[in-house]
C-alpha cells in the first residue's frame, strides 16, 4: 500500500472550514488505498503573531524560549486536525516532532534535522489511524524543543517521506498550498505561464535562488538527496498540480522550464581597490557574516587597481554600504558606487547542459524590445540579465515567450496531446 505524506500550508489551514476541507482530503486519500501521515503548519499567520507577542516582552528574547513559543502554533494545528478527522470517522493521532521521532542539532531557531525514527509513526499507521505532526519542528539532544527556520514544515514533510521510503511503494510527498502548482513563470507577472507537469530537484532550486518561491529550497534539497517525489498542489482544488521527480524520470527534452524576475535589486561597485590577494574575500566575509546574499559578482583589472562589482537585494544595500565603507576606510583607498532600481530576468533549464544557442535566444528577444542588458551570468543550467527595473516585467514576459512556454503555444500543444509533455 503506498503512504503519501500530505502536507498543509499556514493559509491551507487558516480556519476551521478550511481544516475541515484538508481533512476530507485525508479521508479522500486513504480511500483511495493509501496510507496517510499529515504534517500541518501553524494557522495563517500564527507564528508571526508569536514572533511580535515575544518582542513585547524582551527586546532580545533567547532562542530557547522563541522555539518553546513559535513551536505552539503548530501544536495547535495538529490538535484540531486530529479532531476534525476523528469528527469524519477517521482514526488520527496528533504528535509533536520529538513524538514523531525527529530529532535535531542544538540550533535553535534554525536547528537541522539528524534522523527520524519512525518506529511510532510506523505504529500508528500500522493501527490504521492517521498520524498528524507538527511541521517546522524536532527535539535536540538536550531534549530540548527545538524550530527548523521560518518555513520549515516543507522540510518536516520531505523529510518524513524519506523516513518512511515513500518513493519504495509508489507514494509521494503532496505539498499542498494556495497555487496550483509549479508555473513556467509567475502567472501575475506573465498572463501566458502555464503550469508544468514535471520538473526536476534542480531546476526547482535554481528557479527558488532567481525569485520564484513556492517550496523552501532546503526541503527540495532534502527531496533530491533522498529521491523524495514531491507532488506541489492546490490545497482546495482537486487538480493535478507539478511534480518534482529525479532528472532522468523526465523523458521530454524541454530546453528551457521556467522563467523568474527579481524585481528589486542593487548594485554596487567598488572602485580603485587595491589588486591584492585577499581582497575578494575581506569584502565579501563581512556581507556574508551578515547574511546577506551576493549575486552576479564581477571583477574588472586596471592598472594596479581592480573594481569589484555585485548586485543585492534594494533592502540590504544600506547594511552592505556601510559595511564596505569600513573596508575602504582601513585600506586607504578605494570608492563605493551604488546603482538601484535594477531587475534580474533569469531562464532555467537542464536541457541547456546539452543545447546551444539558449543565451543568444534570450539576448535576442531583449535587444528586440530595445532593452539594455547591464550584466549577465550564468550556471550550468541558468542564464540571469540585469536590466533596468522599469523592463523587468515586459523582458521576463518576452524571454519566457521566447522560449517557447507561453500556454497555447504549438510546442505545447502538440507535446500535451502526446501526453508525453511537461505542460
Ligand atoms: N509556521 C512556520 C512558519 O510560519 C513553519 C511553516 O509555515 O512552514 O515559518
Ligand atoms: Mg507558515
Known amino acids: 500500500m503506498p503512504t503519501i505524506v500530505q502536507k498543509f500550508g499556514g493559509t491551507s489551514v487558516a480556519d476551521p472550514e478550511r481544516i475541515m476541507r484538508c481533512a476530507a482530503r485525508v479521508v479522500e486519500a486513504r480511500k483511495a488505498g493509501n496510507r496517510v501521515v499529515v504534517v500541518v503548519s501553524a494557522m495563517g499567520h500564527t507564528t508571526d503573531e508569536l514572533i511580535t507577542l515575544a518582542s513585547k516582552v524582551s527586546g532580545a528574547p533567547s532562542p530557547r524560549e522563541m522555539d518553546m513559543l513559535m513551536s505552539t502554533g503548530e501544536q495547535v494545528s495538529v490538535a484540531l486536525m486530529a479532531m476534525a478527522l476523528h469528527s469524519l470517522g477517521c482514526d488520527a493521532v496528533s504528535m509533536t516532532g520529538a513524538q514523531a521521532g525527529i530529532d535535531t542539532d542544538n540550533a535553535y531557531r534554525k536547528a537541522r534535522i539528524a534522523r527520524i525514527d519512525n518506529a511510532r509513526l510506523e505504529r500508528v499507521l500500522g493501527a490504521g489511524a492517521v498520524p498528524v505532526v507538527c511541521g517546522f519542528q524536532g527535539l535536540s539532544p538536550d531534549g530540548d524543543i527545538t524550530t527548523l527556520g521560518r518555513g520549515g514544515s516543507d522540510t518536516t514533510a520531505v523529510a518524513l517521506a524519506a523516513a518512511l521510503d515513500v518513493a519504495s511503494d509508489g507514494g509521494t510527498c503532496e505539498i499542498f498550498t494556495d497555487v496550483d502548482g509549479v508555473y513556467t513563470a509567475d502567472p501575475r507577472l506573465v498572463p501566458t505561464a502555464s503550469k508544468l507537469r514535471h520538473i526536476s530537484y534542480e531546476e526547482m532550486l535554481e528557479l527558488a535562488s532567481v525569485g520564484a518561491a513556492v517550496m523552501h529550497p532546503r526541503a527540495v534539497l532534502f527531496g533530491e538527496k533522498f529521491g523524495v517525489p514531491i507532488h506541489v498542489r492546490h490545497s482546495q482544488k482537486p487538480d493535478v498540480g ?181 505542460r
Not at 548594485?267 to 546577506?292: D, F, H, M, Y
Not at 540590504?316 to 585600506?331: F, N, S
Not at 533549464?349 to 542588458?373: Q, Y
Open 242 to 422: 507539478t511534480l518534482i521527480v529525479p532528472e532522468e524520470q523526465i523523458m521530454e527534452d524541454i530546453v528551457v522550464v521556467g522563467c523568474a524576475l527579481k524585481p528589486d535589486l542593487g548594485r554596487i561597485s567598488l572602485k580603485g581597490l587595491p589588486r591584492t590577494a585577499g581582497i575578494q574575500a575581506q569584502i565579501l566575509e563581512p556581507i556574508a557574516a551578515a547574511n546577506v546574499s551576493v549575486d552576479d559578482i564581477v571583477q574588472t583589472e586596471f592598472g594596479d587597481t581592480t573594481t569589484i562589482a555585485f548586485t543585492v537585494e534594494h533592502g540590504d544595500i544600506a547594511d552592505v554600504k556601510g559595511t564596505c565603507q569600513g573596508l575602504i576606510e582601513r585600506l586607504g583607498r578605494g570608492e563605493i558606487d551604488v546603482e538601484i532600481g535594477l531587475s534580474k530576468i533569469s531562464a532555467v533549464g537542464t536541457g541547456m547542459k546539452s543545447h546551444t544557442g539558449v543565451a543568444s535566444r534570450m539576448f535576442r528577444a531583449l535587444a528586440e524590445a530595445g532593452i539594455p542588458i547591464h550584466n549577465i551570468t550564468t550556471s550550468e543550467i541558468k542564464i540571469s540579465c540585469i536590466v533596468d527595473r522599469q523592463h523587468g516585467e515586459r523582458g521576463l514576459q518576452l524571454v519566457h515567450d521566447a522560449f517557447g512556454l507561453a500556454a497555447g503555444d504549438g510546442v505545447t500543444a502538440d507535446m500535451q496531446s502526446t501526453g508525453r509533455g511537461r
